[in-house]
């Protein structure tokens, strides 16, 4: 049974550009969340995405954006890149309806910024 | 808002000591806690979790109880292994809600 896959594992941008990071839900999961982890630190909620709509956010600017697929996965669109996007980005999905608080999470996205 | 703080790191034992990692947390209403655990290069695994108040969470030997009239949910083991090498993350969720509030996280190094 795959869990979640995300995709590229990692990956180096320069400020002021655009990256896009992607996400497959555990299957069977219909629930697909992002956090942001800075380096020696918890993650930190990003969004959370549901039948294809933003469900719930976090404190993060504009800059970041998602969007859903009828089959679940998911993309996280970060614009205007800064230095300070530099993390491991981590995708976490679940089955709405099982207990919203129980997460499996993917091993990750790392974003370097220059 | 709400908020989880935990004991700074890294922290270091030898195989077979006992380990208590605290935590402790602010939140509005009443939240599920929960410890996960981040092995090198890989994901957050759940540990354990705890849904209300005086319940114990147990995984793996590892086990926490929440207590709500200290607002803590300390993460203990009896006897550590090499293999429980990670960095342990506290976490609580409100109720319904997918966001997740994380402590800073806890080092730990066991070595034989």
């Known amino acids: 049974d795959a869990g979640v896959t995300q995709s590229p594992t990692h990956l180096i941008k320069t400020r002021g550009q655009q990256v896009t990071l992607r996400c497959s839900p555990k299957s069977g999961h219909d629930t697909v969340s992002w956090y942001q982890q800075a380096l020696g630190q918890g993650p930190q909620f990003i969004f959370q995405y549901y039948e294809e709509e933003e469900r719930q956010r976090g404190n993060f600017p504009d800059r970041f954006s998602g969007h859903q697929f009828p089959n679940y996965s998911s993309e996280l669109n970060v614009n205007a890149l800064l230095l300070g996007d530099s993390a491991l980005y981590l995708c976490a999905s679940s089955l709405v309806g099982t207990g919203a608080n129980v997460l499996t999470f993917g091993a990750g996205s790392r974003l370097t910024v220059l | 808002g709400d908020s989880v703080t935990q004991m700074e790191g890294p922290v270091t034992l030898s195989e077979e000591a006992f380990l208590t990692i605290n935590c402790t947390y602010t939140a509005t209403g009443y939240p599920s806690l929960f410890w996960y655990v981040q092995y090198p290069g890989e994901g957050l695994q759940l540990l354990l979790k705890a849904t209300k108040a005086d319940d114990k969470g147990s995984n793996k030997g590892f086990e926490a109880t929440y207590r709500k009239e200290t607002t803590s949910f300390h993460l203990e083991k009896g006897s550590v292994q090499v293999s429980d090498s990670a960095v342990y993350f506290c976490?609580?969720?409100?109720?319904?809600?997918?966001?997740?509030?994380f402590g800073k996280g806890t080092k730990l190094s066991v070595i034989p």
């Open positions: 976490a609580l969720g409100g109720a319904g809600s997918y966001q997740l509030t």
